[in-house]
């Protein structure tokens, strides 16, 4: 695997972020950012669902254990893990899909965009569905879906940039 060092600076620094700081963000109780999400988004693309699924259970269960969700943080990455594949190829071209290792990122895949914004919404989706497991504060669940993902959403590009930018100046 290329750049195996930075990639896994990459995760320390997401998942000590997410459990230093935007765990304990307290603007509302519409704001609850999810960013760890990135490192399933930004793991090469031609990873091993096996080896996906994996890192989903190792990155959900360590956020389950900072969390204190136990277990919603590995259902809500689980599927998102399962189904990486399908959505890269809804969202990108087959060529760009057929990598070798190399790291999604907006200069390699054409409609990169399309693709973190459908991961993280299924994520999100998933995440807030089984927190509440009702229906009956559709507004508020609603709401805190939209607003938490447009957050999550704006800080996983920023993780991006930032990330892809340290790759191809080396």
């Not at 307290?26 to 990873?47: D, R």
């Not at 599927?79 to 959505?87: E, G, H, N, S, T």
Request: charged share 10%.
């Amino acid at each position: 695997m290329k750049h195996l060092k930075q990639y896994i600076l990459f995760f320390t620094i997401v998942l000590a972020s997410q459990v230093l700081l935007f765990n304990n963000l307290t603007f509302s109780t519409y704001f609850a950012p999810l960013v760890y999400i990135v490192c399933i988004i930004m793991m090469p693309l031609g990873t091993s669902s096996l080896k996906m699924m994996i890192a989903a259970i190792f990155i959900g269960g360590l956020m389950d254990l900072s969390m204190g969700t136990m277990g919603l943080n590995v259902i809500a990455t689980l599927p998102v893990a399962y189904f990486r594949r399908p959505i890269l190829s809804l969202t990108a071209s087959y060529t760009d899909v057929d990598g070798d290792g190399d790291t999604p990122s907006p200069m390699r895949l054409t409609r990169f965009n399309n693709y973190v914004i459908a991961m993280v919404v299924l994520h999100n989706l998933i995440f807030f569905g089984f927190e509440h497991l009702t229906l009956a504060n559709f507004g508020f669940i609603a709401l805190r879906f939209l607003c938490s993902t447009l957050a999550s959403t704006a800080l996983v590009y920023l993780f991006i940039i930032i990330f892809t930018s340290k790759l191809t100046r080396r």
